[in-house]
């Protein structure tokens, strides 16, 4: 029979998507993963891929159109494939294996796109792996356990004891109605893109619901600075470009560990804090068409070296449309460098639901006293902005503090993973 494929939960809220081009036309046949439709969500334009295989017999959407979850997107012909990420129903068990083979699995294997790409690059099949996420879905460390040869463990998080727990109030606003403008001059009308709005709205949301606190620093990064610069060629000879983002990025992942507060979200209805035991982090990057956050996960576990690779890798993405869903979800700490825009400093708003954000402005030669000598030190401004709700002006000033000892102590960070 037919089977029809609609929009799937977006996660973190998501609710609808803007319909921007449809890459397939009807009695197409096309391949599971191929390229499907190419969306705008409240993240970023990305594009989906096909979860099965098989000839389009309708295309229920067209550009332009806003869709909610759950709305129909195309369906296939008889004879497709069941969609990718969606269990199989129950089979009897099939006889046991000789040990040395792995067993493959009946049916379509849960997995994102992404983890599926992943699975393809690194010559991983992923009916062999067996997933270590919900529902048995496989997730990115199992496809890279799989090609070391190791196998993952499914993490458990550590039950919090129980206590009492109050809701939180909040606090709601609405603009008052706009001037007639027109009575003082010529004006001229823009429609927002349905990614400003969101921007617009989730910036809104945040400055209204979150009491931000601004705490400011500075790092010596000279030492840091002529590791780069010694180090730049052979990166690139690896295909690599080393930044100071990705030991802003790894020095705010080993401050984290230390500080959890700052890696948590708050949960204003049950009257917690959700303190999160994995480092995704995100990194603001500037679009022709908005801002957008791509996330890199696991940064704890990674050194710098791989940071600054993936780094590169996921930017691109984000600057050609071609970020997935996975890229741009799942963030728990934000970064945003603007020191090639100039400026001294900037207060940034915190990315709502994470409770803190780093911003970083230039670096700039400043004369330092050093031993009681005046000498010329490259001072890089950080702006740490956070949730009062969650965290006081000193636990602020001690994070910082600890990012700046980081930076001034470059070699850990290069070793660190």
């Known amino acids: 029979m037919s089977r029809t494929f609609s929009l799937p939960d977006l996660g973190e809220g998501l609710t609808e998507a803007e319909i921007v081009a449809v890459l397939v036309r009807e009695g197409d046949v096309i391949r599971e993963d191929a390229p499907l439709l190419e969306v705008e969500t409240d993240k970023a334009q990305v594009e989906i891929p096909s979860p099965m295989g098989g000839r389009v017999e309708k295309i229920h959407v067209q550009p332009g159109q806003t869709v909610k979850v759950g709305a129909p997107l195309v369906t296939f012909a008889d004879g497709a494939a069941e969609p990718a990420g969606v269990p199989a129903p129950s089979r009897s068990a099939p006889a046991a294996a000789p040990p040395a083979s792995p067993a493959r699995a009946e049916g379509p294997v849960p997995a994102?796109?992404?983890?599926?790409?992943?699975?393809?690059?690194?010559?991983?099949?992923?009916?062999?792996?067996?997933?270590?996420?919900?529902?048995?879905?496989?997730?990115?460390?199992?496809?890279?356990?799989?090609?070391s040869g190791t196998r993952v463990t499914p993490a458990t998080a550590p039950v919090a004891p129980a206590g009492p727990a109050k809701p939180m109030a909040t606090v709601g606003l609405e603009a008052p109605p706009l001037p007639r403008f027109e009575q003082w001059g010529p004006v001229e009308r823009a429609p927002l893109s349905h990614l400003r709005r969101t921007i617009a709205l989730r910036m809104t949301l945040s400055a209204t619901l979150i009491p931000h606190v601004t705490h400011f620093d500075r790092a010596d990064i000279t030492d840091l600075d002529a590791i780069i610069t010694r180090n730049l060629e052979a990166a690139r000879a690896k295909g690599v470009t080393i930044t100071l983002t990705s030991f802003l990025l790894k020095a705010a992942a080993l401050a984290l560990l230390r500080h959890p507060t700052f890696n948590a979200s708050l949960d204003p209805a049950a009257g917690e804090m959700v303190l999160k035991?994995?480092?995704?982090?995100?990194?603001?990057?500037?679009?022709?068409?908005?801002?957008i956050v791509p996330v890199l996960r696991e940064v704890d576990r990674k050194p710098v070296l791989e940071i600054a690779r993936e780094l590169g890798a996921l930017a691109q993405r984000v600057r050609d449309g071609k970020a997935t869903l996975d890229d741009l979800r799942g963030g728990t700490f934000t970064i945003t460098n603007m020191g090639a825009l100039g400026g001294t400093a900037a207060i940034p708003i915190i990315n709502y639901p994470e409770v803190a954000i780093l911003g970083v402005a230039r670096a700039r030669q400043e004369p330092v006293v050093r031993q009681g000598q005046i000498v010329p030190r490259l001072m890089l401004p950080l702006t740490l902005t956070f949730d009062h709700r969650v965290a006081d002006g000193a636990d602020g000033a001690r994070f910082?503090?600890?990012?700046?000892?980081l930076l001034e102590a470059p070699e850990r960070l290069l070793w660190e993973s």
Do not use: C, F, H, W
């Open 112 to 147: 994102t796109p992404a983890t599926r790409r992943l699975a393809r690059e690194v010559g991983v099949d992923l009916k062999t792996v067996r997933g270590s996420g919900p529902g048995g879905r496989v997730l990115d460390e199992d496809v890279r356990a799989a090609a």
């Open 400 to 405: 910082a503090a600890l990012i700046v000892q």
């Open 277 to 291: 035991r994995y480092y995704n982090l995100g990194v603001a990057v500037a679009t022709e068409r908005g801002l």
